[in-house]
């Protein structure tokens, strides 16, 4: 698969050159604008705005369709490998998953099964300087930025082409896709629905869940936030506990650690499934998918094309990865890009000093993966002076769901002066559109 994020659309050109030709103080007012929207509509980390980049992105349908559609197959894939690992390798599975919180080692022992009604993931792409599209990871616990997405669209959209803004509507918007998969699980609840939107105290997230809650109301649905101190856990029929806490944060033994061990009486959607989202698991899908028969001849295509090779540190000797150059190193269980270690920009010297430390941890602890050599490309980037021209690092992130009926999802753009593009890590989120709804907004 390739698509064009960095071998820019016409659209998406003509965008970036009226940037360029702006007068600079025009320019740095529109990113203020801009930033200020996106912000109100709840592009916001806690009390912090979250960089809007300037410089849209763009990639015509039909790529868009084709990230939605292999998105879908890698995490049906994934769920799949991991039920044969479950039950068929029991002591593989052990090793793999020695790692997770008790409340997830729990949640494995006694309801893995009931975590295959996936409300949601968000497969991580890279892209190299071709357009060639490589799945990084899958985030299966608490896939975030639906509502980040849409409000970067929508506050550029507003900000620079006010006038056209009505073309907005066509374009893919991922906190609808999300609301439609939660009440798509909640179809056999009773009616009508209460949803509780739970998340930790002081979650620097709340700004998306309450836009979500938000939505959900508008379409009629009793919904709100809630913290552990304040959720209602009565297994009410007609009630929906949408959850947005980490299951490393609640003790099996709790109430609440009580109730995620009974999704279904509860209504619990993103159930308890830290074991999708380790890095082991991953390699075990690119090392397996080949010969692994109980995958489909599209899920074994999809991750032939899409996913990059991918190893169980313990699985391989130092040979297989040479000086580094072409390999990452990662934790299998860590989250936000931390403890990333890419050869290419260590050198030899420091990766082989990395590689020792890992060898030394746990058992499979890390895992080795391929590099994605993703270009750096110039884009604008609001600040608080105004627009700031950088060389920054684009990935790309999709939505999939194996709700039964639920469409597949939708895109977000991220970009980061570094190689890890993280939101925590300093990165900001682009406005991502369907080509033809650019060309309109333009």
Not at 292 to 311: D, H, M, Y
Not at 350 to 371: I, N, P, Y
Request: hydrophobic letters at 45%; a negative charge; one cysteine or more.
């Amino acid at each position: 698969m390739r698509i064009h994020l960095f071998e820019l659309t016409g659209a998406a050109a003509a965008a970036e050159e009226r940037l360029v030709r702006m007068e600079p103080r025009a320019r740095d007012e529109l990113a203020r604008q801009a930033q200020r929207r996106a912000s109100e509509l709840g592009l916001m980390r806690g009390p912090t705005p979250i960089p809007l980049v300037l410089s849209p992105c763009a990639l015509p349908r039909e790529e868009l369709a084709a990230l939605g559609r292999g998105a879908h197959l890698i995490t049906s894939a994934l769920v799949k490998i991991a039920r044969e690992v479950i039950e068929r390798r029991p002591q593989r599975a052990r090793l793999l998953f020695c790692h997770l919180s008790p409340m997830e080692s729990a949640a494995l022992a006694a309801r893995w099964r009931e975590a295959e009604e996936l409300l949601q993931s968000r497969i991580d792409w890279f892209v190299d300087a071709d357009g060639n599209v490589r799945a990084l990871e899958v985030n299966a616990t608490i896939p975030a930025m639906q509502v980040y997405s849409d409000a970067a669209a929508r506050g550029w959209a507003e900000a620079v082409a006010p006038a056209h803004a009505q073309a907005l509507q066509r374009n893919p918007r991922n906190a609808s896709w999300l609301a439609d998969a939660l009440l798509a699980a909640a179809r056999h609840r009773a009616k009508p629905l209460h949803v509780q939107l739970l998340h930790r105290e002081g979650d620097p997230q709340v700004a998306e869940l309450r836009a979500l809650a938000a939505l959900l109301r508008d379409r009629g649905i009793d919904a709100h936030t809630c913290t552990p101190a304040d959720v209602a856990l009565e297994g009410d029929p007609h009630g929906v506990i949408y959850r947005h806490l980490f299951a490393r944060y609640v003790e099996p033994s709790s109430l609440l650690g009580q109730a995620f061990l009974d999704p279904i009486r509860h209504g619990i959607w993103n159930r308890v499934d830290g074991w999708l989202e380790t890095k082991g698991l991953f390699a075990e899908l690119s090392a397996r998918a080949a010969e692994a028969g109980f995958l489909s001849s599209e899920e074994r295509g999809a991750i032939a094309e899409l996913v990059p090779w991918t190893r169980l540190l313990d699985d391989i000797d130092d040979a297989a990865l040479g000086d580094g150059d072409g390999y990452v190193l990662k934790k299998s269980h860590d989250y936000g890009g931390k403890s990333v270690v890419i050869g290419r920009e260590v050198g030899p010297a420091a990766f082989g000093q990395a590689l020792a430390r890992a060898r030394a941890d746990q058992a499979a602890s890390w895992v080795a993966q391929e590099l994605v050599d993703a270009p750096a490309i110039d884009r604008f980037l609001c600040a608080e002076t105004g627009a700031r021209r950088l060389s920054l690092h684009l990935d790309i992130s999709t939505y999939a769901s194996l709700i039964a009926g639920v469409s597949d999802g939708g895109s977000v753009c991220r970009a980061a002066p570094g190689r890890v593009v993280n939101i925590v890590g300093g990165g900001g989120v682009a406005p991502l559109f369907a080509d033809d709804v650019l060309a309109d907004l333009l």
